[in-house]
């Protein structure tokens, strides 16, 4: 995939479910990335520096976990994304 790739919500959910090291069942659209799926500060940031290979977009590892969940996040990369 190339930078600024339109993410795909599940292409997300399976991203999640790779940088967070969990089965991919537990990663739903609403799952919260703290309570439902154990993600910490350094998970989060993983999973930003993913995002910037990916889509070329910048979140921060602290933004990602106050997005919530899969679905905050895929509607903040849809707003960031030209």
Same mark, same amino acid.
């Given at each position: 995939?190339?930078? !600024? ?5 599940? +292409? %997300? ?6 940088? =967070? ?6 990663? #739903?659209? #609403?799952?919260? =990335? ?6 910490? !500060?350094?998970?989060?940031? +993983? %999973? ?15 933004? $990602?976990? +106050? $997005?919530?969940?899969?679905?905050? %996040?895929?509607?903040? %990369? ?5």
């Amino acid at each position: 995939m190339t930078s !600024s790739t339109r993410p795909d919500i599940d +292409e %997300l959910r399976e991203l999640v479910s790779d940088v =967070f090291d969990i089965d991919p069942e537990q990663v #739903t659209a #609403t799952a919260h =990335f703290k309570e439902d799926l154990g993600a910490d !500060s350094a998970k989060g940031l +993983e %999973l930003a520096v993913h995002l910037v290979r990916r889509y070329n977009v910048e979140v921060s590892g602290e933004e $990602l976990l +106050e $997005l919530g969940n899969v679905q905050g %996040l895929y509607d903040h %990369l849809l707003g960031r994304l030209p």
